[in-house]
């Protein structure tokens, strides 16, 4: 059986303000066709064989997905109790796989904050991926040819080829380095070797729990004890036991890094990472002094900075419009003389930080919370 798992939690922090905690990045719309959540579930639903699709997001967005997704069954969002990163999240989907349909089912991993090109090409590799993983002991995750030294991004060095046919190569993998640093990135790019690593995984759940088994056994312990719950009566005290026992860690250091059986499929559609401004800023036109101008702003002698003036439910109409208006933007963002910046008002917040530093909006935030401003978040 084919099942396909959404990893929906989070509030996008890195995209501050624009996703924050009332409008997270899950409920945006880049692309014109509709929120980044019900886009990844109608992707999850297209894969040939997919049979079941599971949400798993936090208590506080319940409300909102069943909203944007009506055909979704209740039983089918998996809350999380606690956001402690995406090694949590896959093995608590892990074990309500493991539980519903057994081990041998072969599991999609998608996330909320990507946007995808070409999608029966997209389709195609997934079919290729879970068809491999359903027969093979191996872990899958999609690769993107990386196009600049992006240190916010996984690496995955690729090896000799496995299999090859008409749906894609899939390639051995011979590391996986998560977000170097600058030099070390430069250095990925220039050999050719590496692909970004997508956070598009395939695996069947079996292979899934011996990994965790060898490199993280309290993940895989925690899985199937909730396998092994019958009364649904105590469904939700022993998912808040389990979690409180698990550390928060994704599933690029707790695994990834550390197995052997690590596989690829280098992506035949075009694939973006939408989780940082910098990120929508690869998808938006620039102006003649190279900014990103979105929503009511004027700029004069300033150059390479992302100008964000509007409201989160603006961003779907603006994205790839320079200097486009937002409607409700009443104030204007004028620049004059400044350069390498990110400028973004949005719902009463204002966020002013270099371009280099948007991988650290999550630091900014922290602080926020360690002053009592939570209600800016």
Not at 219 to 236: K, N
Request: with cysteine.
């Amino acid at each position: 059986m084919r099942v396909a798992v959404v990893m929906a939690g989070g509030m996008g922090e890195r995209l501050w303000p624009l996703s924050h905690f009332y409008f997270p990045k899950q409920f945006l719309s880049f692309s014109g066709r509709g929120p980044m959540l019900s886009e990844a579930v109608e992707r999850a639903r297209s894969i040939p064989g997919v049979q079941r699709v599971y949400v798993v997001a936090g208590s506080d967005l319940k409300d909102g997905i069943q909203s944007l997704l009506p055909s979704l069954p209740e039983k089918d969002i998996l809350i999380e109790p606690a956001g402690r990163s995406t090694a949590p999240c896959l093995a608590f989907a892990a074990g309500v796989v493991l539980k519903r349909h057994g081990p041998d089912t072969t599991m999609a991993v998608l996330t909320t904050d990507c946007l995808i090109d070409r999608p029966e090409a997209f389709d195609r590799n997934a079919d290729l991926a879970l068809d491999y993983v359903r027969t093979h002991d191996v872990l899958m995750a999609f690769g993107a040819l990386p196009h600049c030294p992006d240190t916010g991004f996984g690496y995955i060095e690729i090896g000799p080829v496995r299999q090859n046919d008409a749906r894609g190569k899939v390639h051995h993998v011979l590391s996986f380095r998560e977000k170097p640093d600058q030099e070390t990135a430069c250095g990925y790019l220039e050999s050719g070797r590496f692909h970004w690593n997508t956070g598009l995984f395939f695996w069947r759940c079996s292979t899934l729990l011996a990994a965790f088994d060898r490199h993280a056994p309290e993940f895989s312990a925690g899985a199937r004890r909730l396998a092994r719950i019958e009364d649904p009566t105590r469904w939700e005290d022993a998912v808040q036991q389990v979690f409180d026992g698990w550390p928060q860690i994704s599933i690029d250091y707790a695994l990834l890094e550390k197995v052997d059986n690590l596989c690829a499929i280098p992506a035949e559609f075009a694939w973006g990472d939408m989780g940082t401004w910098e990120a929508l800023a690869r998808h938006s036109s620039p102006d003649a002094e190279d900014n990103i101008r979105i929503g009511n702003t004027i700029s004069i002698d300033s150059r390479r900075c992302i100008i964000y003036n509007g409201e989160s439910s603006d961003i779907a109409e603006q994205v790839g419009k320079t200097g486009a208006r937002c409607d409700g933007s009443d104030p204007v963002i004028a620049l004059l003389g400044l350069e390498d910046l990110v400028v973004a008002l949005c719902d009463s917040s204002l966020l002013i930080c270099k371009r280099d530093r948007v991988q650290d909006v999550k630091e900014l935030l922290a602080k926020m919370r360690e002053e009592g401003k939570e209600e800016f978040l």
